[in-house]
């Protein structure tokens, strides 16, 4: 009998009440990362662009480098933690499923980063959903941002 094959990749899924072009843009440009995601970016995603990201929790940074730009239905990129695929699909008339996979886990910490990396795409693509919808983020990444903040000091007394 063969070994199971371990699956080297995590999915989080959302469908979100607006166009794909729309949803699309929302992970492309700086203003609207600011609005749910990040603190900061350096510039707008593009093909083969390589931006600068911070998120939410002070230090916390990545060098982002986009692998492929394909508006308004694919975006993929690399990140320290990884290769981040993205697809928007067109749901209906005005919805998109928006489908992120990621990959490249260290194999000897798979179950953590998996776990880690849904909890985190999927509290975003929720922030997301709730901007897009109804015009203001619930700043649900801010408030996981700031259980993480409260951890680290936490561990550091």
Do not use: Y
Request: glycine share 6%; aromatic share 8%.
């Amino acid at each position: 009998m063969s070994e199971p094959k371990i699956v080297q990749s995590a999915t989080a899924e959302m469908l979100i009440r607006r166009p794909p072009g729309e949803v699309f843009a929302a992970f492309v440009n700086p203003t609207a990362l600011r609005k749910f995601w990040l603190s900061d970016a350096s510039g707008p995603l593009a093909p083969g662009a390589r931006v600068r990201w911070k998120f939410m929790v002070p230090g916390a940074e990545a060098d982002v480098v986009v692998r492929r730009f394909e508006a308004p239905n694919h975006l993929a990129f690399d990140w320290p933690q990884g290769h981040v695929d993205m697809k928007f699909t067109a749901v209906d008339d005005e919805g998109s499923r928006v489908t992120v996979t990621v990959s490249g886990f260290d194999p000897r910490q798979l179950l953590a980063q998996a776990t880690q990396t849904i909890e985190g795409f999927s509290i975003v693509l929720c922030d997301l959903k709730t901007l897009l919808e109804s015009g203001s983020s619930a700043n649900l990444v801010r408030d996981k941002a700031a259980l993480i903040i409260r951890a680290m000091g936490t561990r550091k007394a």
